[in-house]
């Protein structure tokens, strides 16, 4: 089953919050808690650790939300890069899952995008009636290397193979399922940064580097769309295999190294297939809308995440998943 498990972006609750609860959404997307509560005064724990979470899920829990994942993460540039101080971050990231186990936060959802994570090169280009939606275009970063360039596509996989072997038996043990998330954008390099989450093979190779179920992945759709002509496909292909642990909902327009955000209602994937392929795969994860547009006289304290144009992804999703179940 797919449970909608909204994004907490503000530090404490706010309006956005309450919208969501009047729209019926119970489970929530959460990040580490850096200053959302008063616990310095308290403990100098660090934001990963359990007073601070404990916290912040109680601050979760009193505005009417069931904490489920964690979309967040300690430093971990040198754990992706080997560097010197790579054990000292991966104990960390091993506290923080054996926290999210004693807790109940169910899902991690991370990365191995050292130096650039995520990348867009505009957050204001004009969608559909004018709505401001983000994009990126490949050629703004020509000559534009990164700190630290270049990093070799083959370091960052021993890099996630020598994480995994020690990370995946805590996280089962914790009870904690890992999601992977896809490069954003699936494009090797960027900046002189190397990529490799960016195929689906690549994805079967994560697997098959650490069988565990608790090995699994964020189903980014807007990621994986660029990757294959047939999402429904590979969402059947990991559902089926028990890996999609997360989902983010959204769409774009183009190729890797140049793309723009859509609606969830314009873009070029059939929406409703993905939801069908779900449902097919017998996937029981939650799922949260991603990028959305922001429309006029609307505002995102991030972008891609302003409130009207995230109510209609909301709505939109719950639209196909109770017309999918009939």
Known sequence: M?????FLLEPRPTDAWAQLRQLGVEEATGVLPRGSVDWRAHTPEQPWELGPLTLYRQLVVDAGFRLTVLEDNPPMDRLRLGLPGREEE???????????GRIGIEVWCYNWMPVVSWSRTSVALSGRGGAEVSGFDASVWVDNPAP???VAEELLWETLAWFLERAVPVAEEAGVKLALHPDDPPLSQVRGIGRILRSLDAYDRVFA????????????????ALMTDDLP?????FGEAGRIHFVHFRDVRGTPANFVETFVDEG???????IRAYLDAGVDAPLRTDHSPTL????????????????HAIGYVQGLLAACQE
């Open 268 to 274: 070029p994937t059939d929406m409703a297939a993905c």
């Open 209 to 224: 580097l650490q069988p565990s179920p608790a090995n699994g992945m964020t189903m980014c759709q807007g990621n994986v």
């Open 148 to 150: 630290g360039a270049p």
């Open 296 to 311: 006029a006289g609307d505002a995102a304290r991030v972008p891609g995440y302003p409130t009207l144009g995230r109510l």
């Open 90 to 100: 991966l104990e960390t990231v091993l506290e923080l899952l054996r926290v999210m």
């Open 2 to 6: 797919l449970r909608l498990a909204e």
């Open 233 to 237: 496909a590979a969402i059947r292909h």
